[in-house]
């Protein structure tokens, strides 16, 4: 039996944390901008397609015998700045183009713009990899990530989760310090709170904006590649789901702050494999055959479903405030 | 004074009673009583941050006070929904103009009609009787109402391009147009200049003469305030500080206090400037 | 006035413009036309349907230019849609130019479709469409040279429960027509034999198995029935051997393509799929195909193509028998239903011998057990493990 | 002259009369129909490409006529014309066109629909196309095998153990107790003495006491007509076998009002928990609930049977429409295309006839209201979440409609046409055609679908003729990009739409002017998101949940002169 919840904690924890780094770009963006980046599920794909191209090319071919190559971990942090310096610059490329005309426009109009970047930025990934063939991307990871490091109660604990949460950390600590203790962190925060007066300050917002448009972009690009390397398969379409995944874990833990989007991808992670892992029971006490009816189909969906109940209870989400309302 | 009190007490339209406010530590607005007489123009003055306009938003149901009660008529308003607060027959404007920027201006007062309207959602789908004749009636009072504002000419106009003075009698327009007993005004003297304000003066007055509509006025256009309110309260840090009539009011000490700083209080500027256009000029 | 002139003066050039286009050439034309999706998540699969049916009508041109047709081929994108489906489908019985069609690759694009271009006597040649349904209605424009599921399903949940001896199966499924219709009917088999069916449920997810591989290994299932595309198989098997649970997966002809064996890296090994393709190893002109393929598409040959090579043979044949039937004047599209119908092929087709029953469904199908193992090169490939012959219910 | 025509004006009264010229356009692209269509000599056929844009622009002369100036009584007789007599006919001679009107009426009626929620009333709702699954999955059980199948599954009829209906009436009686108990709260804690600590807990339990009883009238009201409908087949073996291609197909005509009523209760289940949330909250919790629906129907698999889909679907029986389709000389099989094009126009004439008397009513008012500002519209009387609702119900209640007509013109359905991607291209089609305009909307849907499922297609036909194509850059293969840019475009450089209403111009291009860093007092950007595009001058309403919370301190300006 320990070894079914500790399974569900662990693996809840890993993707948890991967729905946490995604969740980090949207609430930036959003604190911002009060605006969905729709299109942050494709700059996280960007992430992962570049971490494909970046294995494909350094690393040893899956075949080769062990010690050729590069590094794995020097390959990996290739990956990671190329996936930053990328991610980030479409994402101001994004802002600059599609969302900076329509800052004053009501909020249905780049809303809808970035609905419509998301589906260009499918189509432009499939071109690309449609002219070399390839549409089912298959990430070489190399032997150091797969390998297993420990077990704890039959949970295998591969290098990737490892290097996963240190990512994590290190990105989490990293953007408090930028966010809550730099000068650069304040401006921001600044020009989140009332645009205008910031600009009274001497802040550019717009030099802000774009700024925190690179973070997210980072956030992102980060994210992807973590993701590639955990679950290495990935197709042009393949962002949609996580990216709407992350969007719900930042709104469970209220939209617009850092330690809520963390705790909603961690909540959410765990929610999610709790539900998929429910039907499992059975086996364990058999008495709970009526469980076998919470199939795995509806893993998602109750997911969905958390995601609802909390935001009709406590709309701001779990670590939102409630915001300000002028009369 | 207290005579005075009682009398209105016993045919006041909107009587409230020991009604507070509190948002965190901040105690915006601290026990406060005030009884309006029926068809009567009171104001509620103090200075920026009295908890003039959360006062309001607490009557009209935008926020639920923490202790108190609001009668309107002896029916207790408090816990009720601002469209329900409207039903019951109190209409308000805004501080910042809040007109519908893509209607005319008849549609705007068309939509204050709607808590009186009685034609349903099968009525309009059928364009039953009752609904026609609900859309006629509507129209025909929008029309009124803006003979009585004096916007006939620009019925067609969109609100958002008429000139500031005539938005805010649109506004006023269109808290009329719910049928209200008691029109509560949150600064609608604000930006305007001289002649606006003279027209807004009788614009109010007939309000009160020819509607029988009860109007309480935040304001702090002092001139307007003093020439028009037959009763005055004055609030200061949620508290009130003082009520009465305008002379009395204006020359308490805590009034002065309140509005210029200490030293005001004690007479400095008192002297040089007790002309006859009150008191506070701030 | 300005304006109006101005309206008339482009209509006018657009309708010069369109006599240029809509001449006449010299040859008649039969057009062939392949619909599947070309877009969004399975564009993988369609495409493999229309490359290989464009290869095998570019093969076969010479023998129409000898007999004084001008054969065209021309692809459709049914977006994995119904309703892109049965427009496409109208727009297909609208061209009278086009004999037969090859498709598709969801069935719930093929039924509705074929129902559209039933009364115009449009024959359908299916790679890989298994619902029962598609055939039952008994329609004489559609026909399909893959297995249905329920006679797929059983002879890969034979092979597993006495080959493979499974006692305790885990039955899975992706929620699609295909996967669904494929893991039911072999759990309805494996009741009937001694195995005990643990479990069974379907799951969209394509990243964390986590949590189902944790019911498995809860479960001490000793086998797996997956119905489902290699899409996602691979990276299941993956998460699942490296979770270390060795025991082996069974599936349908979802899983024939290379990409299951980069997707599932070493996780690839014991997984078993059943298939009326042959692996490139066992049938010479299979490996022909692929290098031809690779070199046209840039893109390994997979299952489904080789299915769409011989679904196209079995067209072009038919239309090339109506032709001659009719004097080797252009036949009616009426001729080459009945013709494809009555298809008795054999030569040049890689996955042997095809003929129809009265419904459509091929009347007996070789089917290749393949497993996945490592091969002489110490690398996982795919190897023959056995064959079925699978025979249609009706005649 | 593209300009022009693209942003044709609604005609003022000092626009000059062009009543000939729109006969002229009409005349002369029907001409060109019927001569590029091969109906005048089968040997000449237009190119496939040429031949949709003639299509197009035929259809267009209905959009010159509700443009342009011109004799009332001509405008109607063009509509007639093109409508009842050409397009029938074209359709006649190549089923596709006939295919195609259908399916462009059917999509403008989903966009009327969802443009009462978004254009209209400004609740962005991204899983619109859930209700379209309601309606289709309405008819297509019961108009087909399937209904058997749910029967014969019921079947032997076990009488109700008490059981099976007592635990769900608990359940309701739970529920009235805990509305009871929360009144009784209420009462006890008049206005301001909101209920703490225990009190405040036990309200919140009432409440979950009553979300128990709505699961218990639904599952009591389900297990009654459940056991109804089986014991009236128990033991009715002829009865049942009449049930194989499903209930008596003139009951299509009562299934269409069915489904508007089954819709609009579903459109008020899914509505009123989530109306008090504000534009992106309520943008993300209905695409959760539109996936929410499409997994159900992929996985009550008794029902709907799944993935399988639902095939065999009947429509009602019009062999006196027949007979006259016979007469005009259409083949048997566009018979049911020739009943279900008459019936959509139908269909259609209704749902613009509701739009527009809903739109110049009081509630069309109080929509608007909301939209642009919903602290002033509750202050003006008008109740949030009640206008919210109707505009919900009566947008799902129009897709409920079409969904039964869907189902019987595809005669199978399946959860592969209620993806998130279908709600997103009818979004597109009600913004590209110009938010909260009727006509606007039509010509969206019109456009869109005529792009996707003619243009498009008949571009990568052409292009595939030409020798040695690259299929990479065959068109039919990007449509997401093709949809993409046009949202994206469409947002940068007319937000309004091509047909804008006067309202939405003015909305769109409120604030133009101002540099967008330093932009005007009309966006404060606080924390939070909110829809509401405020009144110019007012800072926007910004609260993401609840209307009424925490007031910090209001910069209040310095009134009086000073």
């Given at each position: 039996m320990e070894n079914f919840v500790t399974?569900?904690?662990?693996?809840?924890?890993?993707?948890?944390?991967?729905?946490?780094?995604?969740?980090?770009?949207?609430?930036?963006?959003?604190?911002?901008?009060?605006?969905?980046?729709?299109?942050?599920?494709?700059?996280?794909?960007?992430?992962?397609?570049?971490?494909?191209?970046?294995?494909?090319?350094?690393?040893?071919?899956?075949?080769?015998?062990?010690?050729?190559?590069?590094?794995?971990?020097?390959?990996?942090?290739?990956?990671?700045?190329?996936?930053?310096?990328?991610?980030?610059?479409?994402?101001?490329?994004i802002e600059r183009l599609a969302y900076r005309p329509l800052r004053n426009a009501p909020k249905l109009v780049p809303l809808i713009s970035a609905i419509g970047v998301s589906l260009i930025l499918q189509d432009v990934i499939k071109l690309l990899e449609?002219?070399?063939?390839?549409?089912?991307?298959?990430?070489?990871?190399?032997?150091?990530?797969?390998?297993?490091?420990?077990?704890?109660?039959?949970?295998?604990?591969?290098?990737?989760?490892?290097?996963?949460?240190?990512?994590?950390?290190?990105?989490?600590?990293?953007?408090?310090?930028?966010?809550?203790?730099?000068?650069?962190?304040?401006?921001?925060?600044a020009v989140a709170q009332d645009r205008v007066t910031a600009g009274l300050m001497g802040i550019d917002s717009n030099r802000m904006i774009s700024l925190t448009f690179l973070i997210g972009g980072a956030l992102g690009g980060v994210g992807g590649v973590l993701f590639a390397l955990k679950f290495p398969n990935l197709d042009p379409y393949s962002g949609t789901i996580p990216g709407i995944k992350a969007f719900s874990a930042a709104v469970l833990g209220g939209i617009g702050s850092i330690p809520g989007a963390v705790?909603?991808?961690?909540?959410?992670?765990?929610?999610?494999?709790?539900?998929?892992?429910?039907?499992?029971?059975?086996?364990?006490?058999?008495?709970?055959?009526?469980?076998?009816?919470?199939?795995?189909?509806?893993?998602?969906?109750?997911?969905?479903?958390?995601?609802?109940?909390?935001?009709?209870?406590?709309?701001?989400?779990?670590?939102?405030r409630n915001a300000t309302e002028k009369v | 004074m207290s005579a005075l009190l009682s009398k209105a007490a016993a045919g006041s339209v909107l009587s409230v009673k020991a009604l507070t406010k509190t948002f965190g530590g901040l105690l915006a607005v601290n026990a406060v009583d005030l009884e309006v007489p029926r068809a009567s123009i009171v104001s509620v003055i103090g200075p920026n941050g009295a908890g003039k306009t959360t006062f309001f938003n607490m009557i009209t149901g935008i926020y639920e006070p923490d202790a108190g009660s609001i009668e309107l008529d002896g029916r207790d308003l408090v816990g009720l929904r601002p469209d329900q607060v409207t039903k019951?027959?109190?209409?308000?404007?805004?501080?910042?103009?809040?007109?519908?920027?893509?209607?005319?201006?008849?549609?705007?007062?068309?939509?204050?009609?709607?808590?009186?309207?009685?034609?349903?959602?099968?009525?309009?789908?059928?364009?039953?009787?009752?609904?026609?004749?609900?859309?006629?009636?509507?129209?025909?009072?929008?029309?009124?109402?803006?003979?009585?504002?004096?916007?006939?000419?620009?019925?067609?106009?969109?609100?958002?391009?008429?000139?500031?003075?005539?938005?805010?009698?649109?506004?006023?327009?269109?808290?009329?147009?719910?049928?209200?007993?008691?029109?509560?005004?949150?600064?609608?003297?604000?930006?305007?200049?001289?002649?606006?304000?003279?027209?807004?003066?009788?614009?109010?007055?007939?309000?009160?003469?020819?509607?029988?509509?009860?109007?309480?006025?935040?304001?702090?256009?002092?001139?307007?305030?003093?020439t028009l309110s037959e009763y005055i309260t004055v609030l200061d840090y949620g508290t009130k500080i003082a009520e009465g009539l305008p002379h009395v009011v204006r020359s308490d000490a805590k009034v002065m206090e309140a509005y210029l700083g200490r030293g005001a209080a004690a007479g400095e500027y008192g002297k040089q400037q007790s002309g006859t256009d009150g008191v506070a000029h701030v | 006035m300005k304006k109006l002139g101005l309206s008339t003066l482009t209509l006018g050039a657009l309708s010069?413009?369109?006599?240029?286009?809509?001449?006449?050439?010299?040859?008649?034309?039969?057009?062939?036309?392949?619909?599947?999706?070309?877009?969004?998540?399975?564009?993988?699969?369609?495409?493999?349907?229309?490359?290989?049916?464009?290869?095998?009508?570019r093969d076969n041109k010479s023998a129409f230019t000898a007999l004084g047709f001008d054969l065209q081929f021309v692809a459709y994108d049914d977006q994995a849609d119904p309703t892109t489906g049965t427009a496409n489908a109208r727009r297909i019985a609208a061209d009278n130019s086009i004999l037969a069609m090859v498709g598709t690759l969801n069935s719930g694009v093929v039924i509705p479709s074929s129902e559209v271009l039933a009364p115009s006597h449009v024959a359908i040649v299916s790679p890989a469409n298994t619902n029962p349904k598609v055939t039952d209605r008994g329609l004489a424009n559609m026909n399909r040279i893959c297995a249905r599921d329920d006679s797929q399903g059983p002879a890969g949940a034979d092979y597993l429960v006495s080959t493979l001896k499974a006692k305790r199966v885990y039955v899975l499924n992706d929620k699609t027509p295909y996967g669904q219709g494929l893991a039911d009917a072999a759990e309805a088999f494996m009741k009937t034999k001694s195995a005990t069916i643990v479990a069974s449920e379907g799951t969209e997810e394509k990243s964390d198995f986590s949590s189902i591989i944790g019911k498995i290994k809860a479960s001490k299932a000793d086998a797996i029935y997956f119905g489902g595309l290699y899409g996602q198989v691979g990276p299941f098997s993956k998460q699942l051997r490296e979770a270390g649970v060795s025991i082996p997966v069974m599936g349908g002809d979802g899983y024939d393509s290379p990409d299951l064996l980069s997707l599932a890296g070493a996780g690839a090994k014991d997984i078993y799929f059943t298939t009326v393709a042959p692996?490139?190893?066992?049938?010479?002109?299979?490996?022909?195909?692929?290098?031809?393929?690779?070199?046209?598409?840039?893109?390994?040959?997979?299952?489904?193509?080789?299915?769409?090579?011989d679904s196209a043979k079995v067209v072009i044949s038919g239309v090339l028998s109506a032709i001659k039937a009719n004097g080797n004047k252009l036949p009616t599209r009426t001729q080459v239903e009945t013709a494809i119908r009555g298809t008795k092929l054999s030569a040049g087709l890689l996955t042997g011998a095809i003929d129809f029953n009265s419904v459509g469904d091929r009347t007996s199908a070789k089917m290749y057990i393949i497993q996945v193992k490592n091969s002489a090169a110490g690398k996982l490939d795919f190897s023959t493990a056995g064959t079925v012959t699978v025979k249609s219910s009706k005649q | 002259m593209t300009a022009s025509l693209l942003r044709p004006k609604k005609a003022g009264p000092d626009a000059p009369d062009r009543t000939l010229w729109l006969v002229a356009y009409t005349l002369l692209t029907g001409l060109l129909l019927f001569w590029g269509s091969g109906r005048l000599d089968p040997g000449t056929k237009f190119n496939s490409v040429v031949l949709s844009f003639v299509f197009a622009a035929f259809l267009g002369s209905l959009l010159l006529a509700y443009q342009w100036r011109a004799n009332g009584a001509v405008k109607v007789l063009v509509g007639v014309f093109v409508l009842i007599f050409v397009v029938p006919d074209i359709g006649r001679g190549n089923g596709s066109f006939f295919d195609l009107a259908i399916q462009m009426c059917i999509f403008a009626a989903l966009a009327l629909g969802l443009?009462?929620?978004?254009?209209?009333?400004?609740?962005?709702?991204?899983?619109?196309?859930?209700?379209?699954?309601?309606?289709?999955?309405?008819?297509?059980?019961?108009?087909?095998?399937?209904?058997?199948?749910?029967?014969?599954?019921d079947l032997p009829f076990v009488p109700l153990g008490v059981g099976d209906w007592l635990i769900p009436l608990l359940l309701t009686l739970a529920g009235v107790a805990g509305y009871l108990w929360m009144k009784a709260i209420d009462r006890a804690h008049p206005g301001s003495l909101k209920p703490r600590g225990g009190q405040r807990a036990a309200r919140a339990f009432s409440v979950l006491l009553i979300v128990i009883g709505v699961v218990g009238i639904l599952v009591l009201v389900a297990t009654l007509i459940n056991a109804a409908i089986t014991s009236h087949y128990n033991g009715q073996p002829a009865a049942l076998s009449a049930l194989a291609s499903g209930i008596n197909p003139n009951f299509f005509w009562l299934f269409i009002i069915l489904a508007v009523a089954v819709a609009a209760i579903a459109g008020v289940l899914i509505g009123l928990p989530v109306l008090k949330l504000k534009g992106d909250y309520l943008a993300i919790v209905t695409l959760g609930l539109g996936e929410v629906i499409r997994v159900f129907a992929n996985n009550l698999t008794k029902y709907t049977s799944g993935p399988q889909g639902i095939s065999g679907v009947t429509t009602a029986p019009v062999s006196l429409l027949d007979k006259l389709a016979g007469a005009l000389g259409f083949p048997p099989e566009q018979f049911k295309l020739f009943f279900l094009y008459f019936l959509v126009l139908l269909v259609i004439g209704v749902v613009i006839t509701v739009n527009v008397r809903l739109s110049r009513s009081n509630i069309g008012r109080a929509w608007v209201a909301i939209r642009e500002d919903e602290i002033a519209a509750q202050a003006m009387g008008v109740p949030l979440v009640r206008t919210k609702i109707m505009a919900f119900a009566t947008g799902a209640s129009f897709a409920g409609v079409m969904g039964v007509i869907f189902a019987a013109k595809q005669q199978f359905i399946s959860p592969e046409s209620f993806t998130f991607f279908q709600s997103i291209s009818v979004l597109t089609m009600v913004i590209l055609g110009g938010m909260g305009n009727i006509a606007g909307v039509i010509l969206g849907a019109a456009v869109v679908t005529l792009l996707n499922l003619s243009i498009l297609t008949a571009l990568s036909e052409t292009l595939q003729a030409l020798p040695n194509f690259n299929s990479n850059l065959d068109p039919a293969k990007y449509n997401r990009l093709i949809f993409g840019a046009i949202l994206v475009l469409m947002m940068l450089f007319r937000p309004e739409g091509l047909l804008p209403s006067a309202r939405q111009k003015i909305m769109m291009h409120e604030n133009d002017d101002t540099d967008p860093a330093l932009d005007s007092l009309n966006d404060d950007g606080a924390i939070g998101g909110a829809l509401g595009t405020g009144a110019p001058g007012m800072p926007d309403v910004t609260s993401p949940g609840q209307a009424t919370s925490a007031e910090n301190t209001p910069i209040d300006r310095t009134g009086g002169r000073q």
């Open positions: 399974g569900i904690l662990i693996n809840g924890l890993l993707i948890g944390t991967l729905y946490a780094i995604i969740a980090l770009g949207y609430t930036m963006v959003y604190g911002v901008l009060q605006l969905i980046n729709f299109a942050h599920s494709e700059v996280f794909l960007t992430g992962g397609v570049v971490a494909f191209e970046i294995f494909r090319v350094l690393s040893p071919a899956p075949g080769a015998e062990p010690g050729t190559g590069m590094n794995p971990y020097l390959v990996f942090a290739v990956a990671l700045v190329t996936a930053i310096v990328v991610c980030g610059a479409l994402n101001i490329v449609g002219f070399q063939g390839r549409f089912q991307l298959a990430v070489n990871v190399p032997g150091a990530f797969t390998r297993t490091v420990f077990t704890v109660a039959d949970t295998n604990v591969k290098g990737i989760d490892l290097t996963l949460l240190i990512v994590a950390a290190v990105m989490l600590f990293g953007l408090n310090r930028l966010v809550n203790h730099s000068r650069v962190g304040r401006a921001i925060r705790l909603g991808g961690l909540v959410l992670g765990i929610i999610e494999n709790f539900l998929g892992s429910l039907s499992g029971l059975v086996f364990i006490f058999p008495k709970l055959a009526f469980l076998g009816a919470i199939k795995a189909e509806y893993k998602d969906v109750g997911a969905f479903i958390a995601l609802i109940v909390i935001l009709i209870f406590k709309p701001s989400g779990l670590l939102g | 019951a027959g109190i209409a308000r404007t805004f501080q910042n103009i809040r007109l519908f920027a893509s209607m005319t201006a008849e549609e705007n007062i068309l939509v204050g009609r709607h808590p009186r309207l009685k034609a349903g959602y099968v009525d309009a789908l059928l364009r039953t009787r009752k609904f026609r004749e609900d859309e006629e009636s509507a129209h025909e009072a929008a029309g009124v109402l803006l003979d009585f504002v004096g916007l006939k000419r620009q019925a067609q106009e969109l609100s958002t391009s008429l000139p500031y003075g005539d938005q805010r009698r649109l506004e006023i327009a269109r808290a009329l147009a719910t049928n209200p007993k008691v029109i509560l005004l949150d600064e609608p003297a604000a930006g305007m200049n001289p002649r606006e304000t003279e027209n807004l003066k009788a614009l109010i007055r007939s309000v009160r003469d020819e509607l029988g509509v009860t109007v309480v006025l935040i304001e702090h256009d002092m001139r307007l305030v003093m | 010069l413009g369109v006599l240029a286009l809509g001449s006449a050439n010299a040859a008649t034309v039969i057009k062939i036309a392949s619909m599947s999706p070309l877009t969004g998540s399975s564009s993988d699969l369609g495409l493999q349907i229309r490359n290989a049916t464009e290869l095998a009508i692996p490139l190893t066992a049938v010479p002109a299979a490996r022909v195909l692929s290098s031809r393929y690779n070199a046209a598409y840039k893109k390994p040959l997979a299952g489904f193509g080789i299915m769409g090579y | 443009n009462i929620v978004v254009g209209q009333a400004g609740l962005l709702d991204l899983g619109y196309v859930a209700f379209f699954a309601v309606g289709a999955y309405l008819w297509g059980i019961f108009g087909s095998g399937q209904f058997q199948g749910i029967v014969k599954s």
